[in-house]
């Protein structure tokens, strides 16, 4: 598989993958790009073309096989093995995050949560204990820790992340209101929900009669 694949064909993969998912609980086995097109609202030649920069997937007269497509795009996606997490910043939006248990279906694992407050330190969320900072270094070596999860102010969002990636964390899901520009040697996905709104805001003003996707 090539590594030149844009990111805007990667970033259309999740979405594939969860409609497979939800085509695969229904018990669905084939689908035809045209019935997937028409799910997704995407034409069926943008999903062949997706497809194919990754060998192709479907069969001519056939469509797609709904389980090997979700498994292969899985297999893409990094989703074949689990991950190990750590959460750092206890508050509201961390726990939100933690509660919400599809991430560990889809493998990816919360093993500590860290805060910097010292009242919150000692505390249990959803079954793990909330750790000091001081602990965290040894914590990533010992736990192999891949993937941090930033839910604190950004005041120091970028000192710590220069941190974590000298501690070894390869990737970095970040929820501090700035962008987090590091070295090329971590990957790092600045999550705004922000930014959402205001797109939305934008399609809102904007809108004609046509209902959106
Ligand atoms: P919060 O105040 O409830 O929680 C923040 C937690 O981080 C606190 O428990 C605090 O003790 C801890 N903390 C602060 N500095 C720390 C450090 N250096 N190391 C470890 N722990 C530290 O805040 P909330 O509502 O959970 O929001 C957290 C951050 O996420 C804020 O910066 C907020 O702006 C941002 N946010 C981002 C969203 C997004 O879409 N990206 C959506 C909502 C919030």
Redesign the pocket.
Known sequence: MSNNISIAVIKRLPRYYRYLGDLLEDGIIRISSKELSEKMKVTASQIRQDLNNFGGFGQQGYGYNVETLYNEIGKILGLEKKHSLVL????????AILRYSDFSRRGFVFKGV????KE?VGTTLNDLLVRD?EELKTFIEENEIQIAVL???????RD?AMKLEKWGIKAIW????VDLNLSSGITVE?????DSLMTLSYRLKHADKKSSK
Do not use: R
Request: hydrophobic letters at 40%; a positive charge; aromatic letters at 6%.
């Open positions: 750092i910043g206890a508050g509201n939006l961390g726990k860290f805060d910097s407050n919150i900072m839910t604190i102010p950004k005041t120091n969002a710590l970040n929820f501090a209101p600045n999550v705004h929900l922000s």
